[in-house]
Structure formats: structure tokens, C-alpha cells
């Protein structure tokens, strides 16, 4: 009699996870065009010289803070000689809320007296002159030659750009160098100006730093959610 042999039970293979590296940028600009059409600079100003200032105020402040000092400061100081020639402990006084308020009153008063001096009054329109201004980095020069002038000199890397680029998987850093260096490779130069309102508007609404809404993003198929 043939003794027939057990089989053994089938091995349950467990299907494998599908590991999203990154979100198409060009779609992906492509959808943040459609969601946030009204996306723009958040901090108000009426010419170059008053964008320049706001950004300097802006660093380690938000908008929303600066947007309440600034009225007040450019009513006083409107021009960049009325900046140059006003005293030091007067501007600390305007701008107190913002933080760092003496480094940045110092700032604003040397940048005013070399636009004065240098510039004729006028804000250089190339980033290499805007650098050289006290209190202005590369990050301040971007947000008044894309935003005062229309000049796509490079791509803004503040907090919210620097959260959902990594996120997003289209940057494996936090050096905001890096990472503009980095978008601005695959990142078409007629975008440049609008990704990071963009980017700022998607973490403000929906990419939150601590609980991002992920269940209601427009993203949510295509994102990695790197770090999430």
C-alpha cells in the first residue's frame, strides 16, 4: 500500500508595502496652482523699500506681528533717509514686538544709510548688492527681487518650505541652502517666485508642523509623508 505524502501548508507571503519616494514636482505645482490661486507675499507693503524692511522684521517673527508694527514705522519713516537719520532707540521702540529688536533696529538703520550713500535711495535690483546690506541674507533678497521686482533670483526656504520639501521627499536636509539649491534644479524658474507661498499656504492650511491633515490634503495619494 502507497503511503502518500503530507503536503506541506503554502507559505502566506504578505504583500509588500508600497514605498512612495517623492511627489511629482511639476504635478504637484501643477495642483498647488489650482488650490491656492490667490497665494501671495503675507506681509504688506506698498513699494521695495518697505517690502525690504518687513523682512527683516519678519526673521524669528511672524508675519501677522510685523504686518502690526510696520504701519506705524513706515509712517515715520518712510524713505530710506528719513531710516538713515533716525535715532537707533526710536526704531527699537517701534519694533520691540518683533523680537531681536536691537539687531534688527541696528539692521535697518545701516541698510538705509548704504541705499542712501550707495544707491541713491533706490533698492539694488540683483541679489549680489542686496547681500551686502546689513541685516539682509540671501532669503531677504529673494523675497524682495521675486516679490517687489518680479525677479526669479532663487527660491525662498523658510519654515514651511523647509517642513514640506522634506515631507513631500523632494529634500533629504534642513540647510536652507541646500534645499534651495536642491528645488531649484527641478523646479522651473517661472515658479520659483510662487513655491514658496505656495508651499507656505499648503503648511499653513493643511501640512501643519505638528498634526498635518493628511485624511483631507489633495496630496494625499501622491505624498510619501516622510517624517509624518
Given amino acids: 500500500m502507497a503511503i502518500s505524502k503530507k503536503k506541506s501548508p503554502a507559505k502566506k507571503t504578505t504583500p509588500k508595502k508600497v514605498v512612495k519616494k517623492a511627489a511629482p514636482i511639476l504635478e504637484t505645482i501643477e495642483l498647488f496652482k489650482r488650490y491656492y490661486p490667490d497665494a501671495h507675499c503675507a506681509l504688506n507693503f506698498t513699494n521695495p523699500y518697505e517690502l525690504l524692511v518687513a ?3 519678519s526673521a524669528q517673527c511672524t508675519d501677522e506681528r510685523v504686518n502690526m508694527v510696520t504701519p506705524n514705522l513706515f509712517k515715520k519713516y518712510p524713505t530710506p533717509q528719513k531710516m538713515a537719520k533716525a535715532p537707533v532707540e526710536d526704531i ?4 520691540r514686538s518683533t523680537g531681536f529688536f536691537k539687531n534688527k533696529a541696528k539692521s535697518l538703520k545701516g541698510a538705509a544709510i548704504e541705499l542712501v550713500e550707495k544707491y541713491k535711495s533706490e533698492i539694488p535690483q540683483n541679489l549680489e548688492a542686496l547681500v551686502e546690506l546689513p541685516g539682509v541674507g540671501r532669503k531677504t533678497a529673494n ?3 521675486g ?3 518680479g525677479i526669479a533670483s532663487g527660491i525662498v526656504v523658510d519654515t514651511h518650505v523647509t517642513r514640506l520639501s522634506n515631507r513631500l521627499g523632494w529634500v533629504k536636509t534642513e540647510n536652507a541652502v541646500l534645499i534651495e539649491k536642491e528645488l531649484c534644479k527641478h523646479v522651473p524658474q517661472e515658479d520659483w517666485v510662487m513655491l514658496s507661498h505656495y ?3 499648503h503648511g499653513r492650511a493643511i501640512c501643519k508642523a505638528r498634526k498635518p491633515d493628511c485624511s483631507h490634503c489633495f496630496l494625499e495619494e501622491t505624498c510619501p509623508k516622510k517624517g509624518v
Fill in 55 to 57: 523682512t527683516v522684521l
Fill in 92 to 95: 527699537e521702540n517701534i519694533i
Fill in 143 to 145: 523675497v524682495v527681487l
Fill in 147 to 149: 516679490n517687489a521686482f
Fill in 199 to 201: 508651499l507656505i499656504s
